[in-house]
Nanobody
Framework: QVQLVESGGGLVQPGGSLRLSCAAS????????IGWFRQAPGKEREGVSC????????YYADSVKGRFTISRDNAKNTVYLQMNSLKPEDTAVYYC???????????????????WGQGTQVTVSS
């Protein structure tokens, strides 16, 4: 059974950091792209960062470039999202999702991703 479990969310002050984890089970990440998406209250879900399986190519939304870093540890079947210099506008529920790399490459379009985690809340507030 394919399962993705996010962790690492929480409350942090502006300028702070968090590291989100997405642990996969029921399949191996070796051939799958992983994406991080977020949904803020009243807004549509959006792609934040995605990473391919083959060459580790990455995509970042303009709003997070230079602040967020996505990485993967295939040996642990886990993908991470390091978030630095957090802003109040980063507040959202963060989801990880997966899709075959051969289909999506490093694209970060949510309707192309098949399996989703339950999400983890990130709140940036003083």
């Amino acid at each position: 059974q394919v399962q993705l479990v996010e962790s690492g969310g929480g409350l942090v002050q502006p300028g702070g950091s968090l590291r989100l984890s997405c642990a996969a089970s029921g399949f191996t990440l070796d051939y799958y792209a992983i994406g991080w998406f977020r949904q803020a209250p009243g807004k549509e879900r959006e792609g934040v960062s995605c990473i391919s399986s083959s060459d580790g190519s990455t995509y970042y939304a303009d709003s997070v470039k230079g602040r967020f870093t996505i990485s993967r540890d295939n040996a642990k079947n886990t993908v991470y999202l390091q978030m630095n210099s957090l802003k109040p506008e980063d507040t959202a529920v963060y989801y990880c999702a997966t899709a075959p790399s051969i289909r999506v490459g490093v694209r970060c379009r949510l309707n192309e991703y098949d399996y989703w985690g339950q999400g983890t809340q990130v709140t940036v507030s003083s």
